[in-house]
């Protein structure tokens, strides 16, 4: 079989390209892709310091607020400042918030239909589709005339003949094994979810002034006031209770709808626990501090590194380990391609070798992405969701352990079945029924500290560039929805000197480094079956497990206005 091309992968963030070679039916060699040139690091030099998070947030309409947090966390280490803690828990708050509604999104409206036949759902008898929902969950919208309503209006949506989304599927593919009735249950949800989400969400616009790219960060801490009895302050009574009540809903939704949905599907794929593990290392930088940022002890999601799928250790990061390649990369770095830099030590200096419009088959033997390939000690490395829940599973971390085991006795499975495609999308539940048990004990701890007259929320000691030294360096942190975030700066004369951003999907979607080392992605999809060469619904299940978000990975800007290249899709 030639080889596979998928451009664009769709239903992800950004533009991303996946090559594959097929032999005797399963794939045995691939290569990663990003489309598209990160400029953020260019467009960031020179400016102030205390509104890189402001630039940083605009690397992506998904995951914005992530890249705020850990820039101000960056300008905060280079100055030395510690933030109060009112500001430390609305920053749990506000991130929480996210990796729950992201990962609720991930799974309905971003994933499951490589799990989930559409059509089929018309074919399903809605009594039936009754008796499983109310077998798996207590949820109370499970009537049967609920779900005839939601098969009606799919009808409809089909015989408009307008299917959007829905168009291009690969509908009838052999890799769908759900029965008509499963696949009922799924729409209806994913219908669900996306109010769900809007509703959730606003947990944003109380905390953040609006949702997608948040308005009330400053290093120092928050630009929010807190007053319980001031009707115009941005947390007061009636606010708390508002979020108190967003914070059940998702605990509701999330335990009742999204888990159980999860362990069904995953029911009829239990082969999939045994495919796309990948790399078998680990990554985590912990987060959401209980106290000072710097006492990575009392993180809620803890730090550390696992590898080779060893669960009986777990290795300390060290952030000066941290090195990228551009060997495959359309950058250069002084000195030669051959060697890698720490991001203090970054260089952002593009230069395009691809192929050119019309666009024929990467030259994977010399550079062939946008984005760079980092590394850790020079391994390659996993991040997210399911990166966390195994370092914290390894750790110790009692609750992880206890929703862990619980999912993998009732699907009957080995902790091992965690390293996989499907153990990814289990992973991604278990973290978001994780933390939406703990969203409302924040908004209770904010809640008391307030009713005390502590409504401290920034430090502005440092806020004057008068009081910086003439030269300053500092990294933040944070654990985005889809894994492992790092931002490193260089301040000189009040001005950033040097600006560098790894992200999560650098780390898992990155091409080869200068050792032929391959990527999350690349090694993940090995060994994939394929059925059909022309629908290739099993390379996108694996792809789509990492919850790509290329548009971090890399970002593209051009000031003047001008056409940076033709896409040509396959």
């Keep these: 079989m030639p080889r596979i091309v998928v451009d664009p992968v769709t239903r992800i963030e950004g533009h991303l390209r996946v090559e594959a070679q097929v032999e005797g039916g399963a794939i045995a060699d691939a290569w990663s892709s990003g489309t598209m040139f990160r400029g953020i690091e ?85 009594g039936k589709t009754s008796q499983l929902a109310e077998s798996i969950s207590t949820w109370p919208k499970s009537s049967r005339n609920y779900f005839k309503a939601v098969q009606d209006r799919v009808k409809k949506l089909v015989d408009s003949g307008q299917l959007s989304l829905f168009a291009s599927g690969y509908w009838g593919h052999p890799a769908y094994h759900l029965p008509p009735e499963a696949n009922l249950l799924a729409v209806a949800h994913y219908i669900e ?30 630009a929010s006031s807190m007053d319980a009895n001031e009707p115009g302050a941005t947390i007061n009574t009636e606010r708390i209770t508002q979020l108190r009540e967003l914070a059940r809903s998702a605990r509701s939704f999330v335990e009742q709808v999204y888990v159980p949905d999860v362990l069904a599907v995953a029911g009829f794929y239990k082969d999939w626990f045994g495919r796309g593990e990948g790399l078998g290392n680990f990554l985590a930088y912990g ?7 710097k006492d990575h002890a009392k993180f809620f999601l803890p730090r550390g590194i696992v590898l080779n799928r060893d669960l009986t250790q777990v290795h300390p990061v060290d952030p000066a380990n941290i090195a990228e390649y551009v060997s495959h990369s359309w950058y250069e770095y002084s000195g030669g391609d051959a060697q890698s830099k720490h991001p ?14 019309p666009f024929q088959q990467l030259d994977t033997e010399k550079k062939y992405s946008w984005l760079k390939s980092p590394r850790y000690q020079d391994q390659p490395m996993e991040v997210g969701p399911l990166a966390r829940m195994v370092v914290a599973y390894a750790s110790g971390h009692q609750e992880v352990r206890t929703l862990v085991d619980g999912v993998l006795a009732k699907l ?17 539940a278990i973290e978001t029924a994780l933390m939406a048990r703990h969203l409302e004990g924040w908004v209770n701890e904010l809640d008391d500290r307030m009713s005390h007259g502590d409504v401290r929320i920034h430090d502005g000691r440092l806020w004057d560039p008068a009081s910086w030294p003439r030269e300053a360096r500092g990294f933040g942190t944070h654990e985005a929805p889809r894994g492992a975030l790092g931002h490193w700066i260089e301040i000189e004369d009040k ?48 792809i789509h497990s990492f919850d790509p978000c290329l548009a971090c990975a890399v970002h593209v800007a051009d000031a003047r206005g001008n056409t940076l290249a033709h896409l040509q899709v396959d």
Aim: charged residues 20%; hydrophobic residues 40%; positive net charge.
């Design 42 to 126: 260019i467009i960031l030099r020179g400016r102030d310091p205390r509104e890189a998070w402001i630039w940083t947030q605009r690397i992506c309409g998904v995951c914005t607020t992530v890249h705020a947090l850990t820039s101000v966390r960056a300008v905060e280490d280079a100055l030395g400042i510690e933030v109060p803690d009112n500001a430390r828990i609305i920053r749990n708050l506000i991130a929480g918030t996210q990796l729950v509604q992201d990962h609720v999104i991930h799974f309905y409206h971003l994933h499951a239909l490589d799990w989930v036949d559409v059509t089929l759902a018309l074919k399903a008898d809605p």
């Design 193 to 222: 979810a996306l109010e769900f989400q809007r509703e959730f969400i606003r947990i944003h616009s109380v905390l953040g002034g609006k949702n997608p790219h948040l308005q009330t960060y400053l290093v120092g801490g928050m």
């Design 287 to 293: 987060c959401y501090p209980m106290g000072s940022i």
């Design 344 to 357: 203090f030590d970054g260089e952002t200096n593009p230069k395009y070798s691809g192929p050119r419009p």
């Design 412 to 428: 009957g499975a080995p902790p091992a079945a965690l390293f996989s495609t499907l153990g990814r999308v289990a992973a991604r």
């Design 495 to 542: 001005a950033i000197k040097n600006y560098q951003a790894v992200v999560p999907t650098t780390w898992n979607a990155g091409p080869r480094d200068a050792k032929g080392q391959r990527g999350a992605y690349e090694a993940a999809l090995l060994k994939t079956p394929v059925a059909d060469g022309e629908r290739p619904l099993e390379l996108l299940r694996t």
